[in-house]
């Protein structure tokens, strides 16, 4: 069962920026395609950027040219750099398999962005 741990999170002022990690354990992190997700209160989670075990990334036109997504197989590490961080860009990060997340999501991590 794969399990995953995110972390980065915090509080800043907009136009800053955060770096997310997501340490996977358990299956093979390599072969499977990841994800960023995250969901603001009262809203539904949310895609924000993918990437395929051969790195190739695609991101949703709300981050794109502000968000990295990237990832280091050796280490079992997701990555996601946030720069020019947003209000609209509070929420709780969740990484997870894509497209078909596994119903074991970790606790997330808290981003808030607020002058």
């Known amino acids: 069962q ?3 741990v995110e972390s980065g999170g915090g509080s800043v002022q907009p136009g800053g920026s955060l770096r997310l990690s997501c340490l996977a354990s358990g ?24 990437i395929t075990s051969g790195g190739a990334t695609h991101y949703r036109d709300f981050v794109k040219g502000r968000f990295t ?3 280091d ?8 750099q ?3 961080l947003q209000p609209g860009d509070t929420a709780v990060y969740y990484c ?20």
């Open 69 to 71: 997504i990237s990832r």
């Open 27 to 50: 299956r093979i992190f390599r072969d499977n395609d990841m994800g960023w997700y995250r969901q603001a209160p009262g809203n539904q989670r949310e895609l924000v950027a993918t």
């Open 82 to 84: 946030m720069n020019n």
């Open 96 to 115: 997870n398999i894509f497209p078909v997340p596994i119903d074991n999501w970790g606790q997330g991590t808290q981003v808030t962005v607020s002058s």
């Open 73 to 80: 197989n050796a280490k079992n590490t997701l990555y996601l």
């Open 2 to 4: 794969l399990q995953l």
